[in-house]
């Protein structure tokens, strides 16, 4: 924006005006900068306090708003100025709550912080919305023709848009075509399975194409701006879409991965779960090996699940399953001897009333941890050892043993061929790393520079945060519903399937308006990339989470911004420094940098740099703030976007402005991966790793610099990690560079 006009607001309220010479800090806070007007206000987020900013924009002509008042994470719907530049000074949360009022050492730090906010809004500029050249469209594609796909596809209709949905068999159902009879609520009894209505409801409502026995053979784009061509009949047809729901759903865990204990394979008449639907055709069971009636059966729960070394997950559906079954017997034969041996018997909700029901008709239940097939022809026995009764137990002359095999995400077909493919590369440049855990199951065939289907985290299912989003996937604009995104169970999958199409339609309505879906939702800044000075390193295209950027054959970046979540990681990323949004910038954190007085190495005061994540650090700093709690008042927070924007640049920006270290401050990763945006704060140790051995060439002691980890809930461990830092600082001793 050209000519700025900054207007600095201050509020008095909330114990501000008390803590702080309020005078001394316009005066000296804004001392560097030309500043239009600096007004104060008892109370800046109510009606009159914001009619004084508003009036500054309409008769002042300031357009650069800077409110030093509350934490930023509150009231943005107040301080809010369409046209105007805004940034927040948290003087509320992270000074004077958590810090001894009027103390020298508070004034500084509300100080700095007033002169940091200005240093970044001269770097800024406003936003413009990304909009695309090409057509945008509304369309979403759902792929897969189960339950979860059929249920995305009509809730996608009910909302009023049009859905294409793409079933790879040549008709619609999915796993549940094979099943007659269904636990399903009020789970009083078994019953008929009602899925024709579901077909009949997709196949009948006219904002629904649906093709058969058809794939996706090639989806280009990001949201808004997908092209996808699906195959049939060896013919391609090509689609404008909006965004995309996978519920291509699961495959059964392989049986003949089980312990040899388990007895598969052993007898015909040892079956999985899966293999007990397909048997029983208009709900007759009989004996896999000869068609005979089953007179004694017994189901064995957790067969490779809950196991470390199978699935290490509870596939939520089997329990419930095997009473079905279970009961299935019951029906057809009153007098038949039925056994459920479990180790844990999982029935959440309502379908604790089957179990009961189970227990009315005379099925029994054994617990046991270990238990063990013995099998010879058509002969079946299994022992087990019950942990009630404290004795072992033996089930002969068993017509049928079914073994409750999990729920594996389709998308991890190929999984081993990728993985070996990124072990072998390790220790390998990072733009060599065969970009990432690959899926191979041919679902999405997306044309992206890291790969065509959907990156896994834990357990292969392609999710993308731990905690927070669910439907989500490393792919933006691309909703995973229904077993592909976890095991589940009928109900469940009509929830998540409805959840994912309303996250899909939100995205497509976002992307129309240039904005990002969350964690940045509506945040309409973009990277914007100096390609003149571009290297063609292929960091930014590697390092990317979201797989937002391409790259053409001379390896030049190619943004695809409707993909992208603005997390900043590219621009963390980039050697070259020429990624930058509007109002995120190298220079804008650098010159925030630049803008904290360091004072002189004998006045004793040190001073540490906290680059920390907006995401959970920051928030948990204005915990700290909200429960009043004091901690180290020499520390200068700049909230990062994601601690993997962090570049190296910074801090060598705060080393030789002679500020005595830098803490970094983000999401756990691993397993219980935390990172808003996947593996940002893994890339920022990654580089860091790099910059201990640059500092130790300077003389500069590695231990300046040092990252940690905390999430929203560990607040309280803030201010002894800042004093165990501060230590660190004073035995390494002050910045040399201090006074130059
Ligand atoms: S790294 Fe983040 S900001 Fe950069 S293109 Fe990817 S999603 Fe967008
Ligand atoms: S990281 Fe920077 S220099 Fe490297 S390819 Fe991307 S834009 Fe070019």
Known sequence: MENKKIGVYICTGCGIGDALDIEKL???????????????????????????????????????????????????????????????????????????????????????????????????????????????????????????????????????????????????????????????????????????????????????TVYTGATVEKTEGGPGVFKVTVKQNGTGKEHGIGAIVNAAGWVPYDPQKLDEK??????????????????????????????KEVKNAAFLQCAGQRDPNHLSYCSSVCCTTALKQALMIKKQDPEANVFVVYKELRTPGQAEDLYRRAQEEGITFIRCQDP???????????????????????????????????????????????????????????????????????ILNLTYRQGPELPALSNEFPDSHFICFPYETRRTGIYAAGCIRRPMGRGTAFEDAAGAAMKAIQSVELAHRGAAVHPRAGDMSFPEFAMQRCTQCKRCTVECPFGAINEDEKANPLPQPTRCRRCGVCMGACPERIISFKNYSVRMIGNMIKAIQVPEEDEEKPRVLVLACENDAYPALDMLGMRRINYNPWIRVIPLRCLGSMNLVWIADSLSKGIDGVLLLGCNSGDDYQCHFIKGSELSQIRLSKVSETLNRLALESERVHFDTVSIIDYKNLPEMFEKFMDTIEEVGPNPFKGW
């Open 26 to 208: 316009g005066e000296d806070g804004t001392e560097d900068r030309t500043v239009a007007v600096c007004k104060n206000h008892p109370a800046m987020c109510s009606k009159e306090g914001a009619e004084l900013i508003k009036q500054d924009i309409e008769s002042e002509g300031v357009n650069t708003v800077v409110v030093a008042a509350c934490s930023p994470r509150v009231m943005y719907d107040v301080f809010d100025f369409p046209g105007c530049i805004v940034d927040r000074v948290n003087l509320r949360e992270q000074v004077v709550w958590c810090h001894p009022p009027q103390d020298e050492d508070t004034q500084m730090m509300a100080e700095d912080y007033l002169r940091m906010s200005l240093a970044k809004v001269e770097e800024m500029d406003l936003p413009e919305a990304y909009m695309p050249d090409e057509e945008m469209y509304r369309d979403i594609l759902v792929v897969g023709g189960g339950i979860s796909g059929l249920t995305a596809a009509l809730e996608t209709a009910k909302a009023g848009y049009n859905a294409v949905l793409v079933e790879k068999e040549p008709e619609l159902g999915g796993f549940q075509k094979k099943v007659d009879l269904i636990a399903a609520s009020p789970y009083k009894d078994i019953k008929d399975n009602d899925l024709k209505l579901l077909i009949d409801a997709v196949n009948g409502n006219d904002k629904i």
């Open 262 to 291: 388990l007895g598969y394979g052993k007898s015909p008449n040892v079956i999985t779960n899966m293999q007990f639907e397909e048997n029983s055709s208009g709900g007759k069971v009989t004996r896999p090996g000869d068609g």
């Open 372 to 442: 063990e097939v013995k099998a010879e022809g058509d002969s079946v026995t299994v022992e087990a050892e019950d942990e009630l009764l404290g004795e072992t137990i033996t089930l002969d002359n068993l017509d049928l043993v079914v073994l409750a095999t999990g729920m594996v995400p389709v998308s991890s077909f190929g999984r081993d061929v990728a993985k070996e493919e990124v072990e072998e590369s390790e220790g390998e440049e990072l733009e060599d790393v065969p970009l990432d855990v690959i899926r191979r199951s041919n």
